[in-house]
């Protein structure tokens, strides 16, 4: 069964630095989407993605955040300059059409900042 | 803006037991979603449903939905220690252009022997 794939698994940056979490989306879907979970709580929607742009945004999603497909493969969420706060599980999900009859989570990244 | 809303939040059940998990939702939507949970892992789509009255099951496990109402449910049947896990309901934010999902609490089911 198809899967989305994210990289890394686990990432421990310093506050102020930047990060990037990977995610290679299924390879027919069309519609990319970026999720945290801060550590017991529940999933909140950050940011969708459709044709090489964004489409919505949280209030998460604030100017530190920026996302980018540079490949037609990966789909990045960049973090210009992490805080405490940021750490959360950031999953990637994907969905092949809009509204569709579902989206597939990736395995999530566990970004911890110190 | 778009509430949802789980209850209960914690679920200890005895084994062989039923229970139904219920999510509520505040504004129109006609597509919810359960997910599935393991401690540390990632999402696992258990039930999505489309249209109002719209009832999916796989193995002990049974989701309804009633857009009238704007609630969904859950029910475990002669629960089992393998359904241990934490269940979220989403609901579909048709407000948006696109598809996004918002997420409830999520339901920690713990099934004891």
């Known amino acids: 069964e198809p899967e989305v794939t994210q990289t890394p698994s686990h990432q421990v940056t310093q506050m102020g630095q930047e990060v990037i979490l990977r995610c290679v989306p299924i390879?027919?879907?069309?519609?990319f989407y970026w999720y945290r979970q801060i550590l017991g709580q529940k999933v909140e929607f950050l940011v969708s993605?459709?044709?090489?742009?964004?489409?919505?945004k949280s209030e998460i999603f604030d100017d530190q955040f920026s996302v980018e497909r540079p490949d037609g493969s990966n789909f990045t969420l960049k973090i210009r300059s992490t805080k405490l706060e940021d750490s959360a599980m950031y999953f990637c999900?994907?969905?092949?059409?809009?509204?569709?009859?579902?989206?597939?989570f990736g395995s999530g990244t566990r970004l911890t900042v110190v | 803006e778009l509430k949802v809303e789980q209850n209960p939040l914690f679920l200890s059940m005895q084994e062989g037991k039923n229970y139904t998990i219920y999510c509520n939702y505040s504004?129109?939507?006609?597509?919810l979603y359960w997910y599935r949970q393991d401690p540390g892992k990632s999402l696992e789509s258990l039930f999505v449903?489309?249209?109002?009255?719209a009832v999916k099951q796989e193995g002990r496990l049974m989701a309804s939905l009633d857009t009238k109402a704007r609630l969904s449910t859950l029910h475990i049947t002669a629960a089992v220690h393998d359904l241990s896990a934490t269940y979220f309901c989403?609901?579909?934010?048709?407000?948006?252009?696109?598809?996004?999902?918002?997420f409830g609490k999520g339901t920690k089911l713990s099934v004891k022997p």
């Open positions: 999900a994907s969905t092949f059409r809009e509204k569709s009859y579902g989206y597939t």
């Open positions: 390879s027919n879907h069309l519609y």
């Open positions: 993605f459709y044709n090489n742009e964004i489409s919505e």
């Open positions: 504004t129109t939507s006609d597509r």
């Open positions: 449903l489309l249209s109002n009255g």
């Open positions: 989403a609901v579909d934010y048709s407000g948006g252009s696109q598809g996004n999902l918002i």
